[in-house]
């Protein structure tokens, strides 16, 4: 990004510096030397980041910070998950009509996949594991269509 007096210039913009109104092409049509003539430098785009694990590129955030909201993710994950299936519970309960295996499966692999991702998550020493952890490789939501 082309920065003249501290504030970031755009391609395509017109700008003003000190008095002289300079069009939106002007950028985009002088050399190097140019623009330096005038005090326009050159800086890179910042490193992207992810802003759930840092504050900037090179500030991660508090490991201890990140844990709980990544730990609830997984339970409102769980949660929406297993909700289509809960009627069967409740039949079950009311009438005690049994529960397709398929959904019993379903419910149980729901809850074992939020565990495991909870466990590695609390496992995680550092925002650098933690971003790892993320990823979840292997443990991957079940998909209720699988098992009915």
Not at 19 to 42: M, R, V
Not at 47 to 61: E, G, I, V
Request: contains cysteine; charged residues 20%; hydrophobic residues 35%.
């Amino acid at each position: 990004m082309y920065v003249l007096d501290g504030r970031k210039l755009r391609q395509g913009r017109p700008f003003t510096h000190n008095g002289i109104q300079y069009p939106g092409n002007w950028l985009a049509l002088t050399s190097a030397d140019e623009k330096s003539a005038i005090g326009i430098t050159w800086q890179a785009d910042p490193a992207p980041f992810n802003s759930k694990f840092y504050f900037s590129a090179d500030n991660p955030r508090d490991v201890a910070d990140v844990k709980p909201g990544m730990l609830t993710e997984q339970d409102s994950t769980a949660y929406s998950l297993l909700a289509p299936t809960d009627w069967y519970v409740v039949r079950k309960y009311e009438n005690s009509t049994a529960i397709p295996v398929g959904v019993t499966s379903f419910r149980t692999e729901v809850r074992d996949t939020c565990e495991a991702r909870k466990v590695a998550i609390n496992g995680a020493a550092d925002i650098p594991a933690l971003v790892g952890v993320s990823t979840f490789g292997g443990m991957n939501w079940p998909n209720l269509s699988d098992y009915v």
